[in-house]
T-cell receptor, first 117, second 111 residues
């Protein structure tokens, strides 16, 4: 089975530009999480969805960040306008409440490494 | 706010040595997970412990959940260069399948 898919794997952009990160969760998973990872702050939860509905976005740093999940197989994280301090690795993860799988286990994508110049 | 503190933050050892990584909190968790992250990849689950006092072994790795379910440890015996990576503990039992992640322990095993 395919794991969590993220694109692009790397993104270099200039300050002020819009950045869109994409994620395809594992089929059948009903939870989707967006994280940001930096050396200074570690792994931070930005937002998570349950059945395509945003449940907790308290980790989203500012209004410049927005996330959507239009259907069960696709989510986006958008930064507009981007700033140098947004440079980080952004991970998408999914999990399932299916009784046949280990609840709370999160399956991470390979991440998008973002550099804002 | 639930917090998980990991120690040490960095560890550099020679191949063949033993090591222990700690994950501590003042909060109780219903489960504790350990992930390993290799450079350029996302974290991958190693083990989940759910019962206070539980011990699980995965080859040379031994995981223990504290009796009060507030802390955990990871012990690696005879470390190998392939064990190099970032080790993250994560506490479960939050709303909505959320996990509380620790800050991580960055391990380097030199040949």
């Amino acid at each position: 089975d395919a794991g969590v898919i993220q694109s692009p794997r790397h993104e270099v952009t200039e300050m002020g530009q819009e950045v869109t990160l994409r994620c395809k969760p594992i089929s059948g998973h009903d939870y989707l999480f967006w994280y940001r990872q930096t050396m200074m702050r570690g792994l931070e939860l930005l937002i998570y969805f349950n059945n395509n509905v945003p449940i907790d976005d308290s980790g989203m740093p500012e209004d410049r960040f927005s996330a959507k999940m239009p259907n069960a197989s696709f989510s986006t994280l958008k930064i507009q306008p981007s700033e140098p301090r947004d440079s980080a690795v952004y991970f998408c993860a999914s999990s399932s409440t299916n009784k046949w799988t280990s609840r709370e286990t999160q399956y991470f994508g390979p991440g998008t490494r973002l550099l804002v110049l | 706010t639930q917090l998980l503190e990991q120690s040490p933050q960095f560890l550099s050892i020679q191949e063949g040595e033993n090591l222990t990584v700690y994950c501590n909190s003042s909060s109780v968790f219903s489960s504790l997970q350990w992930y390993r992250q290799e450079p350029g990849e996302g974290p991958v689950l190693l083990v989940t412990v759910v019962t206070g006092g539980e011990v699980k072994k995965l080859k040379r790795l031994t995981f223990q959940f504290g009796d009060a379910r507030k802390d955990s440890s990871l012990h690696i015996t005879a470390a190998q260069p392939g064990d190099t990576g970032l080790y993250l503990c994560a506490g479960g039992g939050n709303a909505g399948n959320m996990l509380t992640f620790g800050g991580g322990t960055r391990l380097m095993v030199k040949p």
